[in-house]
Every structure is written in structure tokens, then in C-alpha cells.
């Protein structure tokens, strides 16, 4: 009867029999570009199943609730995924995968590529669980980790080298990024920006090729269209309002540093729970109480933004606390700035208590921070500036300045919303925002573990 040593003998005996086969016919980097393309296929198709299966569980448990009138038992959802996740990671996983991309960071600076075959399934599993329950956070984070293992476990069941198999990790994690937002440029940028991959002109091809397959697999599956489609996508005025625009980039860079200190802070309180029960209850309930007053702030968000960028700004209204007042242009201003100034509370618990990504909200924030901005401008000022354009600069202001990766912001928002005649201003705003937040050395809450 074989042992649980003899079969991995075995296992070992025969990899190893492959891999010397595999290196006299196939050699390392011709057989590399098969693989990441490879990769980029089935991590296409994995970003396109786990938006499916947020967004078919989030309709199944909200498809009975008022558009307009108060929803008590959004505070009970966020508590249940929250609940159903430490389930399912404590005690069928067994292990923490919360801040996943951050846990891949530490793992490439250790020169540590292997990822467990868990990692397949267990931050999908975990996400959809999070979000489809309402968790007001994104599903970048886990499909990069996803991609991640996909990439480790065929490198090294392909045989190849370490210095390989991290190129292929990054490639997996990068092609997740291009998949989940239909943006090769935004995962390319993100694995050399936020992963820090080393730049040789043979990595940089692997994740040219490994993203652009991701994107056009998610592409194809999801019908040939844009995750928001931006209407007043032409080119912009002869005589854009520069100065505002200027203002708006300032706005975002002192946005992005209070959104980073309150991300910081509410990590810390949650972690001070030495129960992880207690700590999902807890942040669970602080996720439902939010989104109760605001449901713009259930999941993604996507959809918010979708109608703030075609000129529906009255969207974040719909069954808030203060839908159906008659407060005009003031109700949006204090419903805009209420969502902003609470978004980085009810991401951070998401975070903290589920398993989800960091990126999608700062495009949140920063889509109605541009809407407040441009609101507060016209009514008080006089400003004639379109709530639409400045709504989508904003985004790529927030996350330039909170994820402190300005190329990659810039290029996922006018990527993901077909904007490209706006890359001018996008890219203004983001390096202001950039350039506040390096002046005043804020730091990012991404880019350190507390």
C-alpha cells in the first residue's frame, strides 16, 4: 500500500521527467508566451464568471426591494456574507486570504511564488460571498489573486524555473485586472506599478500578451460591451474649463489622503477584535447601517457610476435617507458629500471583514466626489462645468491618489468607459492628485500592512 511520502515521490519523479523532456523540445521562453496566453484565456473567462455570479446573487437577494422607499434588511445582508465568508475561510480553507494583493506583494518580495491549488477557487468563492451579499467594496482584488494562482500552478506544473513562474504570477495577476475591468493597458500598468515586476522587455511582452488575451476573452463573453458606457464619450470642448479642472485634481488629492487615513483607521479598530466572529458581526453591521441610509453604496457600485457618467445624477438619491425631499440641487450635495465622506468606512470594513479589492471603490468615491465637486461649483459659483466629464476625472484622481499608481488609473478609466478622447484631462487630474498626496507624503493604505 503506497504512503503519502510515496506518492509524492512519484508525483516529484514524474515532474521532474517532464520538465526534462519539456526543456529539450520546448525551450523556456518560446514555451513561456504559449503558457501566459494560456493564462490569459482562462482568466478572461474566470473574471467574466465571477462578475456573473456577484451580480446573479446580489438581483436573486435584492430583486424584491423598494427603489425608492427605505430597505431595513439591507443592514441584515452585508452581516450574513460577511458571516457566510469566515465560514467558508476558516473553517473549509482554513486560512486567511483577506488583502490578498497585498499578501502577493510581501510573497514576491520574499521571492516566494507558490501559490496553494486553494487559491484556484477560495478568493472567488470568498468574493462572491462578500460582495453579492452587498459588501461596498470591488472584485479586482480577488480575480488578481485568482490569476495569480492560475499562472503559479501552470508554471510550475509546466516545470518552469522560479524567475518563470514569477513572471507568470504576474502575468495571471495582471490578466485579472485586464479581465475584471475589459483593460489590458490597466493590468499591464498594474502588475509593473502595484505588483513592482521587474521591467525586462521579455516580462513586459509576457503581460502584453497575457492581459490582452484576459480582456478580449472577457470582452467576447460579456457581448462586445464596455462595463460603463460613457454617452458624452466625443472629444471634449475647444476651451475646457482649465481651471477648474486644475481645482478638481487639488479636490482629489486631499480627498484621496482623508479616504487613506479612515481606511487606516478602521483596519486598526476592526483588528483589535480578538474574535473573528465578533469582527464580522461588527463590520457587517457598520457595512448594513451605511448602506441603509445610502444604497448607492451596495456592491460596486458600477451601476451608480454608469448613470452618474450619462448625466442621472438624481441615481444616488433612490431610496437614501433623503430620497424624497425637496431639497433641489442642495439634497444631491449632501447626499454626494455624505456618500464620499463614509465610502472609505464601508470599504475598509468590507476589506477587513470579507474578501474583496481595493480599486473599484476609489473609482466609486471618485466618480461622486467629481459629481459634489462640479455640484457644489455650479450652484455656488456659477460654474458652468458638466457634472458627467468631471465625475469621470475625478475617478482616475481618487485612485491615482489613493492607490498611488497615476499611469494605471489613468488608462482603466478611459479603458474601462471607452473615453479615450479624454485622456488630456484624466491624465491632468490624476497627476495632481498624484503630486498633492508625494508633496505632503501621505501614504497609500494599499501599499503597507498595518
Known amino acids: 500500500m503506497r504512503t503519502t511520502s510515496d506518492t509524492r515521490h512519484i508525483h516529484h519523479s514524474r515532474l521532474a521527467s517532464f520538465t526534462e523532456w519539456r526543456s529539450r523540445h520546448f525551450p523556456d521562453i518560446p514555451f513561456l508566451f504559449v503558457l501566459v496566453f494560456f493564462i490569459g484565456l482562462i482568466t478572461g473567462a474566470a473574471a467574466y464568471l465571477l462578475k456573473s455570479s456577484i451580480g446573479n446573487l446580489s438581483r436573486l437577494l435584492t430583486h424584491s426591494f423598494s427603489e425608492t422607499g427605505l430597505n431595513p434588511w439591507l443592514i441584515a445582508l452585508p452581516v450574513a456574507g460577511l458571516l457566510l465568508c469566515m465560514i467558508f475561510t476558516r473553517w473549509g480553507l482554513r486560512a486567511d486570504i483577506s488583502h490578498g494583493v497585498r499578501q502577493m506583494i510581501g510573497h514576491l518580495r520574499q521571492h516566494v511564488y507558490t501559490i496553494k491549488s486553494s487559491g484556484l477557487y477560495s478568493a472567488f468563492v470568498a468574493s462572491t460571498l462578500t460582495l453579492g451579499f452587498g459588501g461596498s467594496a470591488g472584485s479586482e482584488g480577488p480575480i488578481a489573486c485568482t490569476g495569480a494562482a492560475i499562472g503559479s500552478n501552470i508554471g510550475r506544473r509546466a516545470g518552469m524555473k522560479p524567475g518563470m513562474v514569477k513572471i507568470m504570477l504576474a502575468c495571471g495577476a495582471g490578466a485579472g485586472i485586464a479581465g475584471i475591468f475589459k483593460a489590458p493597458v490597466g493590468g499591464v500598468l498594474f502588475a509593473l506599478e502595484v505588483l513592482q515586476v521587474e521591467m525586462t522587455t521579455m516580462s513586459v511582452i509576457a503581460l502584453v500578451v497575457c492581459c490582452l488575451a484576459s480582456a478580449l476573452t472577457a470582452y467576447m463573453l460579456e457581448g462586445f460591451t464596455v462595463d460603463i458606457a460613457f454617452a458624452q464619450a466625443t472629444a471634449p470642448g475647444a476651451d475646457p474649463v482649465w481651471g477648474w479642472i486644475l481645482l478638481l485634481g487639488i479636490f482629489c488629492g486631499l480627498y484621496s489622503a482623508y479616504y487613506n487615513y479612515f481606511m487606516k483607521r478602521v483596519e486598526q479598530w476592526l483588528g483589535k477584535f480578538?474574535?473573528?466572529?465578533?469582527?464580522?458581526?461588527?463590520?457587517?453591521?457598520?457595512?448594513?447601517?451605511?448602506?441603509?441610509?445610502?444604497?448607492?453604496?451596495?456592491?460596486?457600485?458600477?451601476?451608480?457610476?454608469?448613470?452618474?457618467?450619462?448625466?442621472?445624477?438624481?441615481?444616488?438619491?433612490?431610496?437614501?435617507?433623503?430620497?424624497?425631499?425637496?431639497?433641489?440641487?442642495?439634497?444631491?450635495?449632501?447626499?454626494?458629500?455624505?456618500?464620499?465622506?463614509?465610502?472609505?468606512?464601508?470599504?475598509?470594513?468590507?476589506?477587513?471583514?470579507?474578501?474583496?479589492?481595493?480599486?473599484?471603490?476609489?473609482?466609486?468615491?471618485?466618480?461622486?466626489?467629481?459629481?459634489?465637486?462640479?455640484?457644489?461649483?455650479?450652484?455656488?459659483?456659477?460654474?458652468?462645468?458638466?457634472?458627467?466629464?468631471?465625475?469621470?476625472?475625478?475617478?482616475?484622481?481618487?485612485?491615482?491618489?489613493?492607490?498611488?499608481?497615476?499611469?494605471?488609473?489613468?488608462?482603466?478609466?478611459?479603458?474601462?468607459?471607452?473615453?479615450?478622447?479624454?485622456l488630456l484631462p484624466v491624465t491632468v487630474v490624476a497627476a495632481i492628485s498624484f503630486g498633492v498626496i508625494r508633496l505632503f507624503n501621505f501614504h497609500s493604505f494599499y501599499s503597507t500592512k498595518i
Open 274 to 422: 480578538r474574535s473573528p466572529w465578533l469582527k464580522a458581526i461588527a463590520a457587517g453591521l457598520g457595512i448594513g447601517l451605511l448602506i441603509f441610509a445610502f444604497p448607492a453604496l451596495y456592491g460596486e457600485g458600477y451601476a451608480t457610476v454608469g448613470h452618474i457618467l450619462n448625466g442621472d445624477a438624481t441615481s444616488i438619491l433612490h431610496g437614501s435617507i433623503l430620497d424624497g425631499l425637496d431639497l433641489g440641487a442642495w439634497g444631491l450635495i449632501i447626499t454626494a458629500l455624505g456618500i464620499i465622506a463614509v465610502k472609505c468606512f464601508a470599504t475598509s470594513a468590507t476589506t477587513s471583514g470579507g474578501v474583496a479589492g481595493d480599486f473599484a471603490p476609489t473609482l466609486f468615491a471618485g466618480s461622486v466626489a467629481g459629481l459634489a465637486f462640479a455640484l457644489i461649483c455650479n450652484t455656488l459659483f456659477g460654474a458652468d462645468i458638466s457634472q458627467a466629464e468631471f465625475a469621470l476625472y475625478a475617478m482616475a484622481g481618487v485612485m491615482a491618489g489613493t492607490i498611488r499608481a497615476p499611469l494605471m488609473a489613468i488608462f482603466l478609466v478611459v479603458e474601462m468607459t471607452a473615453s479615450y478622447s479624454y
